[in-house]
């Protein structure tokens, strides 16, 4: 249906039942607006529809005065609302046979995809309500970059683990690049949002960082990824004293057992334990008696994916401080016996 317009003359101002609507128009300047006279030098964006983060605009927005005595009201409001903060400066004039009203603020990633509406209300005959809105479009830098692993955060070793990235950016992300912080410096692993390895081994613990990069920077964003193993242990048996080392994620915990049962500190034994940082932890065991040959030293290792045991065999070597008679018959000095760990692991 066509629109039809009337136009006529009240108290010396010109009324129309119809007014048309507002003018939008976007300026920027990569200087921020500090002057309103400052807005007539920055040219109006024309036949682009995004501005880049950090930018300085003016949304410009103007409607034409129909009535001095009665005038119009021009009101600014924003979708998501939050936009109209602080931050951005409002100001209001009238210029001739205009009325117009500028937001001036520095655009964000924020303000992408937003819009900004500004409302013309005319007291005429009866109040009449218009509007227009602009959308703004803006470029910017990967934001918001994170790198994760699956849900649980670990993964058993031998098995297959993907890291995933993923970042916030305009234009979208061009580059996604892993690399591993062990290394100095950063040397790539691999391209791509998705890092996958196979058949994973306590190696690839550690943490992996992610580079999300398009034409306007780069952001980094890191995670740890956590292969986790049964206990991989490893003893010997030097004179009276025995060592026994195991690794594994969890920590996994120690104990010493003589032909099944468990040692503990005593008069006869010493053990002492010591952590060997997040996923090793080491054990030192001192006899003091002797051993038989039948005698079986265990030291056995266990965390929530396993266990593991490696086994001694000895056998007593004593040794007399006395001389022998000729009968070899040592002499009434007390003999010093000293136990022999000569020892071999039962794999």
Request: hydrophobic share 30%; glycine share 4%.
């Amino acid at each position: 249906m066509m629109e039809i317009s009337v136009t006529f003359l009240l108290t010396g101002c010109l009324i129309q039942d119809s007014p048309p609507k507002p003018t939008v128009s976007l300026f920027k300047d990569q200087q921020k607006v500090k002057k309103v006279k400052e807005v007539k030098e920055v040219k109006e964006v024309t036949g682009v529809t995004e501005v880049k983060e950090g930018s300085s605009v003016n949304l410009h927005c103007s409607t034409k005065i129909f009535c001095s005595s009665r005038p119009a009201n021009l009101t600014w409001t924003s979708s998501p609302e939050h936009l109209l903060n602080k931050s951005v400066t409002q100001q209001q004039r009238q210029e001739q046979t205009e009325l117009i009203s500028d937001l001036i603020f520095t655009v964000t990633h924020r303000h992408h995809l937003a819009n900004f509406t500004c409302t013309v209300t005319h007291q005429l005959q009866k109040q009449n309500t218009k509007h227009k809105s602009r959308t703004l479009r803006v470029q910017y830098a990967p934001k918001n970059t994170s790198a994760h692993v699956n849900a649980s955060g670990f993964v058993l070793e031998g098995r297959s683990v993907t890291l995933s990235c993923s970042s916030d950016a305009n234009p979208p992300v061009l580059n996604y690049t892993w690399y591993r912080d062990t290394e100095e410096p950063l040397k790539p692993v691999q391209s791509g949002q998705n890092l996958t390895i196979s058949n994973t081994d306590p190696t690839h613990s550690g943490r992996y960082v992610c580079t999300a990069q398009n034409e306007h920077g780069a952001q980094n964003a890191s995670v740890m990824l956590d292969v986790q193993f049964a206990p991989k242990i490893s003893s010997s048996c030097n004179k009276s004293t025995c060592v026994c080392e195991a690794h594994g994620n969890p920590s996994p915990k120690l104990e010493w057992r003589r032909s099944g049962n468990v040692l503990t500190n005593s008069t006869d034994t010493f053990i002492r334990n010591e952590t060997l940082g997040s996923t090793s932890s080491k054990s030192i065991l001192t006899i003091h008696q002797p051993l038989t040959d039948t005698d079986v030293l265990q030291c056995f290792s266990a965390n929530t994916l396993g266990t593991a045991s490696a086994s001694q065999r000895f056998h007593p070597v004593t040794q007399t401080s006395g001389t022998e008679t000729q009968e070899g018959i040592p002499n009434l000095q007390e003999p010093d016996k000293t136990t022999h760990l000569d020892s071999y692991c039962l794999k």
